[in-house]
C-alpha cells in the first residue's frame, strides 16, 4: 500500500488535467463532455426503451400512443440521469484538481464519483433502480475481464460456465421477481404466480417462449435498421436471429426448469 501510494505521488499526484484526462482545457472538455455523454447514454439505454415498450404494447392494456409516450419519457429520465451524473464525475475530477493542487489517489476516481452518485438519489425509483444495475453489472464485468485470479479466469476462458453462471443468477433473480422480493429492473419480466396457475405446464412454456421471441424479433428487425442507417446499405447479413433466438432459449430454458421444480 505504502509503495503503491509513493508510485502515485511520483507518477501522477503533480500532472495536470490535460496530461491524464483531455487535451483542451477543463472548461472546453466540460462542453464536449455534454455532448459525448448525451450520445454514449442514448445508445447504452435506447434496447432499453424499445423493451419496455415492447411489453407495453403486448400487455394490450394500452394505446400505443400512450405506450409511446410512457417508454419515451422513461427512456428521456434514464438518459438524463445518466448524463449529468457522468457529467458531474469527470467535472469534479478537474474541480477537485484545481481546488487541491494536485491529484490524490481518492480525488481520481472515488470522491468524484461518490459525489456525483448522489445525484441518483433525486432520480424516479425506476430509474434509479435501472442505473444501480447496470453500474453493478458493468463493475462484475470488469472484474471478470481482469482475470486477476482463479475464479475469474476460470470463468474468462469457457463460454459454457459463463452461460451456467448466467442462467443460475437468473433464475435466482426471476425468482425473486416473481415472487415480488425484488422489484429491480432486469430485462425479462416473470408473469404472477395467479396466471401461471390457470395455465398447463406446455402452455406456460409456449405462452413464455412465443412472447419473447416476438420481441426478440422487433429487436433484430430494429438493429437491422439502426445497421442499414449507419452504412447506407441493406444487405441480408445485415438480419440476424439472434436476439429472437436468444431470448426464446432463456425464456424457454427457465419456464420448463420452473416447471419441472414445480411438479
Excluded at 500500500?1 to 499526484?13: G, K, R
Aim: proline share 3%; hydrophobic share 50%; charged share 15%.
Amino acid at each position: 500500500m505504502v509503495a503503491s501510494s509513493s508510485l502515485f505521488a511520483e507518477q501522477i499526484s503533480w500532472r495536470n488535467c490535460n496530461e491524464l484526462l483531455h487535451p483542451h482545457s477543463c472548461r472546453r472538455a466540460a462542453c464536449q463532455n455534454v455532448y459525448r455523454f448525451v450520445w454514449s447514454n442514448l445508445k447504452y439505454y435506447l434496447p432499453m426503451f424499445v423493451l419496455d415498450l415492447l411489453k407495453q404494447a403486448l400487455r394490450g392494456n394500452q394505446l400505443l400512443l400512450h405506450s409511446l409516450r410512457n417508454a419515451m419519457w422513461y427512456y428521456g429520465q434514464l438518459v438524463f440521469g445518466g448524463l449529468v451524473t457522468g457529467w458531474l464525475s469527470a467535472t469534479f475530477i478537474c474541480v477537485l484538481r484545481h481546488l487541491l493542487g494536485e491529484f490524490r489517489p481518492n480525488t481520481v476516481v472515488f470522491v468524484p464519483a461518490v459525489l456525483a452518485g448522489a445525484f441518483d438519489a433525486l432520480l424516479p425509483i425506476r430509474v434509479k433502480q435501472l442505473h444501480q444495475t447496470a453500474l453493478f453489472q458493468a463493475l462484475i464485468e470488469s472484474l471478470l475481464l481482469q482475470r486477476s485470479n482463479p475464479l475469474t479466469k476460470a470463468l474468462g476462458t469457457s463460454r459454457w460456465r459463463q452461460t451456467l453462471l448466467f442462467m443460475a443468477c437468473s433464475a435466482v433473480i426471476m425468482l425473486g421477481k416473481q415472487r415480488q422480493w425484488h422489484k429491480g429492473f432486469w430485462f425479462v419480466t416473470p408473469d404472477c404466480l395467479q396466471s401461471e396457475r390457470s395455465l398447463s405446464p406446455i402452455q406456460y412454456v409456449v405462452q413464455g417462449v412465443r412472447k419473447y421471441l416476438l420481441i426478440g424479433f422487433a429487436l433484430d428487425i430494429f438493429k437491422a435498421l439502426i445497421s442499414c442507417i449507419k452504412t447506407g446499405h441493406w444487405h441480408l447479413k445485415q438480419f440476424s436471429l439472434e436476439s429472437m433466438a436468444w431470448l426464446g432459449c432463456y425464456v424457454g430454458i427457465y419456464r420448463v426448469k420452473y416447471m419441472i421444480i414445480c411438479i
